[in-house]
């Protein structure tokens, strides 16, 4: 199946993300494997500029969180974008060089910082690329916004509320990231801010953008109610942004955006609560389903619901000085990249006869594939939870005793208590790899060797911009 370099339209152009999307899980797989495996073993291991715990860190911030990310709002948006909206993308061969564009320089940023380690910042950004990358995702939005004005009468729908959301705060996350504060309180705030934008709401509103597609498109449902779709997004929307700054509870940061985070956090669960209505009384209305692709779905919802509930929970007054700055923080993150990445595998299933025109059998492979999967995250998520409660209640004890356990025999305890479920996660990266791995093979087996099945049709139409 031959891929053109200059696609005709959205349809063609993803071709291009269906067949990159295994690939860049088994980058992300691999970087977060080495990661934990130096972590436990880095006594034994040399040190040098690239085998160090700091950039392997943030190597794998970099892959997790703007390459992956970028990627993921890109493909959503050529493919989903004129679906919601019903008509064809205006300007489709600029939307096509800007969206290379954005991968592109996230890609140049994995190079750069191989190169030059030293302006390689926590994120993964680059000092050498950042403004450009704020330039290009400037006229992505552009072309988003020119394309929402182009419908004349027709509002947006659900999912795409969602990405132009996503495109949104990805954005003002680049505006916002500095990494040369002198202050730690500034520190502490832009990092804080950043995480909100960039990860919470831009992994959030990529999955509620997808969950909203899949659960009509996917398996067939009748979407129950638009309102309550409405109530989660402008919810999650004024929420999110502001739910990190509890997690450093007790810093440097004024109180009252300490405050703010920790109600504004437990109000999370009203617009949770609505998109959880309208998932169950959606999905009752299914005319017929394939078992994987609706076992990822409600896995990757249910994923995505355990995360929000850690964000209410850890809000607690009681709670939050014992979870402060623990891997707590790292299980939530965690939380909504896999169901973003669970609903991503099953998005990818379900286009592969619509773009390639080319039957996915579920066999045994893509069974086990989604058995794996939700192993390895349920796993993955108890395991950094975990390690944050103990973390929490060791350093909250060493400090009520005079005893800290940052360093001599508090740390030596405080490490016996943690070093067993660390090791967990170094094995549970390295099972991850098998899952990506075997989506990989099953992608490439259905697009060469599937049998071929009627694909998709383009019942687009163009629309001038209204004067």
Do not use: C
């Not at 899949?214 to 109610?225: D, F, Q, R, V």
């Amino acid at each position: 199946m031959r891929i053109k370099i200059f696609p005709k339209n959205e349809q063609a152009f993803s071709k291009f993300f269906i067949v990159l999307t295994p690939l860049f899980l088994l980058l992300l797989g691999t970087v977060a494997l080495t990661k934990e495996a130096y972590f436990i073993f880095a006594a034994i291991l040399p040190q040098n500029s690239f085998l160090n715990s700091g950039y392997l860190e943030k190597l794998n911030n970099h892959i997790t969180y703007n390459l992956m990310l970028s990627f993921l709002i890109v493909f959503l948006t050529v493919y989903l974008l004129p679906k919601t909206l019903g008509r064809k993308l205006l300007i489709f061969p600029i939307f096509f060089l800007t969206s290379l564009g954005i991968i592109g320089l996230e890609s140049l940023d994995l190079l750069l910082g191989v190169l030059f380690p030293n302006s390689f910042l926590f994120f993964g950004n680059t000092s050498f690329t950042l403004i450009f990358k704020i330039l290009i995702f400037f006229g992505f939005v552009g072309l988003i916004i020119l394309n929402i004005l182009a419908k004349k009468e027709a509002s947006l729908f659900v999912s795409s509320q969602y990405l132009f959301g996503a495109s949104i705060f990805y954005l003002i996350s680049l505006l916002i990231y500095r990494a040369d504060f002198v202050v730690f309180s500034d520190n502490f705030f832009i990092n804080s801010m950043y995480v909100s934008t960039h990860m919470y709401v831009g992994y959030s509103f990529v999955f509620l953008s997808l969950l909203h597609f899949m659960i009509t498109k996917g398996i067939n449902a009748t979407l129950y109610s638009k309102t309550l779709g409405s109530i989660g997004f402008w919810g999650f929307l004024f929420l999110l942004p502001w739910s990190n700054f509890k997690f450093y509870f007790g810093s440097v940061l004024p109180n009252w955006i300490e405050n703010i985070s920790l109600y504004l956090s437990i109000s999370l669960s009203l617009p949770l609560l609505a998109i959880a209505v309208n998932f169950f009384r959606t999905v009752s209305t299914r005319i017929e389903e394939n078992k994987v692709i609706y076992s990822l779905i409600s896995f990757s919802f249910g994923i995505f619901v355990i995360t929000n509930i850690f964000q209410i929970v850890s809000s607690l007054s009681n709670i939050i000085p014992i979870l402060s700055l623990t891997n707590f923080a790292i299980a939530i993150r965690y939380g909504y990249v896999f169901s973003a990445l669970l609903i991503t595998i099953s998005f990818v299933y379900y286009l592969i006869p619509k773009i390639f025109g080319r039957e996915v059998k579920f066999s045994r492979l893509e069974s086990l594939t989604s058995f794996l999967l939700k192993l390895v995250v349920s796993l993955t998520l108890f395991s950094n939870a975990l390690i944050g409660v103990i973390s929490g209640y060791s350093w909250n004890a060493g400090a009520n005793a005079g005893n800290p356990t940052i360093y001599g025999e508090g740390f030596g305890l405080l490490w016996s208590l943690i070093s067993t479920p660390l090791t967990l996660n170094m094995f549970l990266s390295l099972t991850l790899l098998l899952p990506f791995l075997l989506f990989f093979i099953s992608v490439v087996k259905a697009v060469v060797n599937g049998e071929i099945t009627e694909a998709e049709t383009i019942e687009l139409t163009e629309e001038e911009i209204p004067v």
